[in-house]
């Protein structure tokens, strides 16, 4: 992959892409591209703002929420949830295991960027509650014309130092930390009992059935984690997307970072700007449990739990002997 060697360098970003017209030539209508809003949904939001929006398109089929760019005043980023607890895999698995529901607590999450550790290498874009469309949240974002990480040499070092300095943070118990957190003790009980429930539950064979050592410790962790979730803007990089934070087992966002990263080169990047902070834990009491819950959140796609459970397992300090 192509390494970046100087910040400033990515500041220039792609302009969006514009929604194709409706319309043919001859002016008849034919059906919205799939992966933009509804013109009447637009047409609604815009008026319950009372600010002129441009849609953008869906960066992934599962995306969380609809975008718009925001021109009138301030430029910014305006979302509206798109998906929801009640269908989606991956905020399914956050109510169930985590018990957050950006639903439920929209204002509440913005909050959060402010609980981080100071001084983070990718600091968070500010989020500000709209209101609701249809029961649906409304959030703002700052607008920042970035390039979005593709995973370079440069970013997974970047990467590291970010996860090393948020897991010296360490927290009390798993769950919302909006909420009263839940024991570590308690971690495998809830993951299994939520997982005995997945439709597609017998993929795991006699997971379920098996003892898992507890977690250790808990701290803040982004299951969500994806490299278009950071922006390389004109003053450096900045993290766009974080509304799905929570406290969880440090084991659980070590085995996202085992999946996530594909190559030695990455790896290896990434562990030289963790060691600044901290070291790398030892998941194989916790692999197997964890990767069956991401696979349930479909964090990584819609994929089998068997092609999750055969990614190498190279998160162990023997690894590094």
């Not at 905020?91 to 204002?107: I, K």
């Not at 593709?150 to 990467?159: A, G, P, R």
């Not at 098996?210 to 803007?233: K, S």
Request: hydrophobic share 40%; net charge neutral.
């Amino acid at each position: 992959m192509p390494d970046t060697p100087d910040l400033s360098t990515c500041s220039s970003y792609p302009v969006p892409p514009r929604r194709p017209s409706t319309a043919e030539a001859v002016g008849e209508p034919r059906p919205v591209p799939r992966g933009w809003p509804e013109e009447s949904l637009t047409r609604r939001l815009s008026t319950y703002l009372g600010q002129p929006l441009e849609p953008l398109a869906l960066a992934w089929p599962d995306s969380a929420n609809w975008l718009w760019r925001q021109r009138g005043g301030t430029p910014g980023l305006i979302k509206l949830a798109r998906t929801g607890p009640d269908h989606d895999p991956f905020w399914r698995a956050m109510r169930g295991v985590f018990g957050a529901d950006r639903w439920a607590t929209p204002e509440g999450l913005t909050r959060l960027a402010g609980a981080l550790p100071a001084r983070l290498p990718i600091p968070p874009l500010p989020l500000t509650f709209l209101g609701r469309l249809d029961g649906a949240p409304i959030w703002h974002l700052p607008w920042s014309s970035g390039q979005p990480s593709d995973l370079s040499i440069t970013f997974c070092e970047l990467l590291g130092d970010q996860l090393g300095r948020l897991h010296q943070d360490t927290v009390s118990g798993f769950g919302q930390p909006l909420a009263q957190p839940m024991p570590l003790l308690h971690w495998n009980t809830r993951v299994t009992r939520f997982l005995a429930h997945h439709p597609r539950r017998a993929e795991l064979g006699t997971l379920l059935k098996r003892t898992f050592p507890a977690p250790t410790r808990a701290v803040w962790c982004l299951p969500d984690m994806r490299a278009d979730q950071y922006l390389c803007a004109a003053t450096g990089w900045v993290w766009s997307d974080w509304e799905a934070l929570v406290w969880a087992p440090i084991e659980f966002d070590w085995a996202l970072v085992e999946l996530l990263l594909e190559t030695p080169e990455q790896r290896q990047a990434f562990m030289k700007g963790y060691s600044r902070h901290g070291r790398m834990i030892d998941l194989d009491g916790q692999r197997e449990l964890c990767r069956a819950l991401l696979w349930a959140m479909e964090a990584f796609g819609p994929r089998s739990y068997a092609e999750l459970a055969a990614a190498p397992a190279w998160v162990s300090p023997r690894s590094l002997a």
